[in-house]
């Protein structure tokens, strides 16, 4: 069944390559093959089905991240409407895709490889052009104009990995799924020249109108074609994922040099979102995030490291790496902050606040590091510490997503009601813009089901299984809830309401012959055990790994 469905895609993905790559004119349908409500959903759908088989790699911190950068870029496109959900893959391949609905997903090993944000920014501003100029539309219609959505051949696929005991923790047939998926996307998608060329005039752009360097596009395009001159004659499974989709030459290369060249750096613009605030115009809103910034974060360096450790197999490697590294020169401030987390995340916790507190006193304005410190004190025992650090955070930063989430989990490790009460609080400001949110909706769950509230905690968890990939398991779990005599009117509305929305989409998945056979056999019949399939905590990788949940 896998190979019959890889052999699919990668037919569709040969077809693609081997049309005319000319872009269709103005007149294209491709507008009309899906609606944009629809590409979200599939979007979501993909999203969903790599978390479920382990490959995304959710962390508050690196999450904000990420998506700061990347909203700036969105905000900065030429279409600056567009929704863009931009999420990390923990391998350790240099590749990066976009996919329907501005899904757009980056690997650990591409951040790793990178020296500044400015080359991070230049590949995302990249991905976000295929999406804006609808290559990503264009190509799903030349290859499958008369037949389904090509979406739905990959989460076919991923299915498929599944089903054949396929895992996230280096199983060669699931590798090949993901392998098969990127080049399905972008050999379909990008893999003509004037896609290509087109992409990477408009992502230099918004770079620019976004605050950042152009050069760092072509820097980043210069790395891979070293990488390219170190495995020429090597096998092809050598070569980086992105280099296969996103060919580097050096016309290529001089091309965005010029481009570079050319530009002055435009002031930033603001980045313009749907709106939830009922005050501002209808289905826009303006985001701080990215508004007026210019040049980088300030935390990649930080995210860097962090990512480093999350994407090795296990913290004891993670370790290895920074002793290897010390071994050549001393390490720098984020290599040994990425130390201390890797210290952490072996449960050495009195050596990871040691180093911690030094790197934290030598840079006082990061949030990052106060979010991190907070935690270490946490896990070595000094909780007053770690509350008060909290609590004055929160004073100013009362909806900042990483803080919030990382000192709900704080709260939410000690286990006791009084901790779940103030989770819940602490959480509440993030309840409007949560709804897609897996990280807040575990961590919303987790608190309410200690502080006493079943009813919230299986409503959360249920939210948490959809965006976990397991919609079957929301059902079960909602449908357990309904049957409680004690739901007052405006729960069970809330119920009826999210099982009349998450039954299509378990329709959808069933047409497709991808079914949830734990929930089929109902063998889910409680709120905890639906927690258990459903946690970051007990994803494959986690389990095969023993490395404990991400905070």
Do not use: C
Request: hydrophobic share 40%; aromatic share 6%.
């Amino acid at each position: 069944m896998l190979a019959a469905a890889l052999a699919g895609i990668l037919a569709f993905a040969s077809a693609a390559a081997a049309q005319e790559s000319k872009l269709p004119d103005i007149g294209s349908s491709a507008g009309n093959m899906l609606s944009p409500a629809r590409q979200a959903e599939y979007g979501a759908m993909t999203l969903a089905q790599l978390r479920h088989e382990g490959y995304v790699l959710d962390d508050p911190l690196l999450g904000g991240w990420l998506d700061e950068v990347g909203q700036r870029l969105g905000g900065a496109s030429d279409k600056p409407q567009q929704s863009f959900t931009f999420f990390l893959l923990r391998d350790r391949q240099i590749n990066a895709f976009a996919t329907l609905g501005g899904y757009i997903a980056m690997n650990a090993g591409l951040v790793l490889a990178a020296d500044r944000e400015d080359e991070v920014a230049g590949v995302l501003s990249h991905e976000v052009a295929h999406v804006t100029q609808q290559h990503v539309l264009r190509g799903a219609e030349r290859a499958q104009r008369d037949s389904i959505p090509i979406m739905l051949a990959m989460l076919g696929a991923i299915i498929a990995a599944q089903q054949a005991g396929g895992n996230s923790g280096g199983n060669a047939t699931s590798a090949a799924v993901l392998g098969g998926m990127g080049l399905l996307q972008q050999r379909q998608i990008d893999y003509t020249r004037d896609n290509e060329s087109e992409a990477d005039r408009i992502g230099i752009r918004a770079m620019a109108r976004g605050g950042y360097d152009p050069e760092g596009m072509a820097d980043f395009f210069e790395k891979l074609q070293s990488v390219v001159r170190i495995n020429q004659g090597d096998e092809r499974s050598r070569t980086p994922g992105y280099l296969q989709t996103h060919p580097i030459t050096l016309t290529r290369i001089s091309e965005a040099r010029e481009r570079a060249a050319s530009l002055e750096k435009a002031a930033p613009v603001a980045t313009m979102r749907v709106a939830s605030n009922p005050l501002l115009p209808a289905g826009m809103q303006i985001s701080t995030t990215g508004a007026h910034a210019r040049g980088d974060t300030g935390d990649f360096g930080w995210a860097r490291e962090r990512l480093r450790v999350l994407s090795a197999n296990t913290p004891a490697q993670a370790i290895r790496e920074y002793q290897q590294m010390q071994g050549k020169q001393p390490l720098d401030d984020t290599q040994r902050y990425g130390l201390a987390f890797a210290q952490q995340q072996a449960g050495h916790d009195a050596d990871a606040l040691r180093v911690m507190v030094a790197v934290q006193a030598a840079h006082p304005d990061s949030l990052w590091l106060q979010i991190s410190l907070g935690v270490a004190e946490a896990k070595a025992g000094h909780a007053t510490d770690a509350d008060r650090r909290f609590e004055t955070l929160l004073t100013r930063r009362p909806t900042n997503r990483a803080l919030v989430l990382s000192y709900a989990q704080v709260l939410a490790e000690r286990n006791t009601a009084s901790a779940g009460t103030r989770a819940v609080a602490v959480l509440r400001p993030l309840l409007d813009t949560g709804a897609d949110d897996l990280l807040f909706q575990q961590a919303y769950a987790r608190a309410n089901e200690i502080a006493g509230d079943d009813v919230r905690a299986g409503e959360a968890w249920a939210e948490a299984a959809v965006l976990n990939g397991r919609p079957e398991q929301a059902l079960v779990q909602l449908n357990n809830l309904k049957r409680r005599s004690t739901l007052d009117y405006y729960a069970r509305s809330r119920i009826d309401a999210r099982i009349a929305a998450i039954t299509p989409i378990v329709l959808e998945l069933r047409r497709q012959g991808i079914r949830d056979e734990d929930a089929t056999r109902g063998k889910l019949q409680s709120g905890s055990k639906l927690r258990f399939d459903t946690g970051v905590d007990s994803s494959k990788s986690a389990r095969e790994s023993g490395r404990a949940p991400v905070w």
